[in-house]
């Protein structure tokens, strides 16, 4: 069984730092690319960041750019995501998700991710 499953997140003040971590089991994605994603209360999935299966080419949501930090990882833990000067704003559920084997670009759209994590609550208080 194919998972993907997130942690890291948790309570935290106003300008202050996570490490989001995405372990994976059930095969390698080595060859895939990865992104992470997140959704508030009420509002849709949104797009915050992506990687490619190097590494060598990252997207970030205009809102994060300069804050977060997208890096691939190792087998067990294919990528993290570092994030800095945190935000109430950025306040939600943050899911890392991975393409089929053999995606070479960066993807920031939810298609074709096609494994997904459960979530991990991040909570920027002020």
């Known amino acids: 069984q194919v998972q993907l499953v997130e942690s890291g997140g948790g309570l935290v003040q106003v300008g202050g730092s996570l490490r989001l971590s995405c372990a994976a089991s059930g095969r390698t994605f080595s060859s895939s690319a990865m992104g992470w994603f997140r959704q508030a209360p009420g509002k849709e999935r949104e797009f915050v960041a992506a990687i490619s299966w190097s590494g060598g080419s990252t997207r970030y949501t205009d809102s994060v750019k300069g804050r977060f930090t997208i890096s691939r990882g190792n087998a067990e833990t294919p990528v993290y995501l570092q994030m800095n000067s945190l935000k109430p704003e950025d306040t939600a559920v943050y899911y890392c998700?991975?393409?089929?084997?053999?995606?070479?670009?960066?993807?920031?759209?939810?298609?074709?991710?096609?494994?997904w994590g459960q979530g991990t609550q991040v909570t920027v208080s002020s």
């Open positions: 998700a991975a393409t089929p084997a053999a995606y070479f670009q960066v993807i920031v759209t939810t298609t074709p991710y096609n494994y």
